[in-house]
C-alpha cells in the first residue's frame, strides 16, 4: 500500500512538473500580454517548484547508506535552490519590469528586457492575448508616465540612441509659469548646467562605444552585402543581443550607431541611399528599419505606412 501511494505521489510530481513545463513554454513562445504572460509564469514557477522541493524531501529521509543520502540530498537542494532564485528573478522582472500606455487608439506595452543596461522594448497588441514587437530603446531611466509626446516617439521608432527622455507635460507646464527675472535667469543657469552635463554624459557614452566596436575584429562582424557596413553583437543575453552599426575601414571597424532592436537574428540591405534592416525574434515576429543618412539613426520602417 505504501508503495502504490509513493508511486502516485511520483506520478502526481511529474503531472505536475509537466503542466510547470507547459506553461513556462507558452509564455517564452508565444509574445502574450503582461497579464496572460505573468499568469503562466507564475504557474510555471510554482508547478516546477512543488516537486523540486518534494524530491528534495525525499532525498533527506530517503533510506540509504549515510554518505550516499547526504549527497543526494545536498544535490536536490543546490538543485531546487538555484531554480527557485533563478527563476524568481524572471518572474520578479517580468512583474514589475513594464507597464502600457495609449496611442492614437491601440495599445502599447514596454518592458525593460535588458542587464545590466537598460533595453526597452515595446510591443504593439495585435490581438486579444497577444502583442508583436515594434520597437527597443537604450534610454537609462524611463517615466513612470508616458506622455503623448514620448508614445509618439516609442511608437514611430525614434528613440534607439537616446540617453534620456525629453520633459514631461508637467515640467514643461511649470517652467513657462516662471515669471520674475530672477527665477529666469536661474532657469536658464539651470537649463546650461543640465545640457553641459548631458553633454558630457552622452560624450562619455560615444566615445564607450566606439571602443567597444574598435575591440571586435571583422571576423565578428556581420556584413551586409555590396557595401562597406556591418553590423556587430556587442552583449548578448538569452534571446536577446545589443547590435552595433559600424562601418569597415580596412580591417577596423569604425562604430555609428546602436541599433534599436534587439532580437537575434537580422539581416540588411542597402538600396541607394537608403539602408534597410530586418529583426527577426524567436517567435518569427518582424522589426523593419531604414536609415537614411548612412546609419547614423533608425526609423521604424513598420510605422513609415501609417
Known sequence: MRKKILWVKYL???I???LGGFCWLVANKYSLI???NNIFLVCAYFFCLFPLLYLSFRACTCKLKTLIKILLAFFSIVVTAVFAFLAAIIVVFSLIGGGNFSYAGKTYYYQNEGF???????YEQ????TMREINACSFMDFPQKVNQNLAKKLVNGSCGNETTFPQTEANTNNNTKLGSSDNSVNAKTNNNTSNSNLSVKVDTELENSRLIANSYNLTDAI???????AIVAVDKAAARNSWFFVKIAGKKLTYISELPATSNYLQGRVEGANIYLTFQDINGNHSDYRSIDAGKTWQSANTLSR
Open 34 to 36: 503582461p497579464i496572460f
Open 126 to 129: 495585435d490581438t486579444l492575448f
Open 116 to 122: 545590466p543596461k537598460p533595453i526597452i522594448v515595446i
Open 16 to 18: 505536475t512538473a509537466s
Open 12 to 14: 502526481a510530481c511529474i
Open 223 to 229: 556584413r551586409i552585402a555590396n557595401s562597406d557596413f
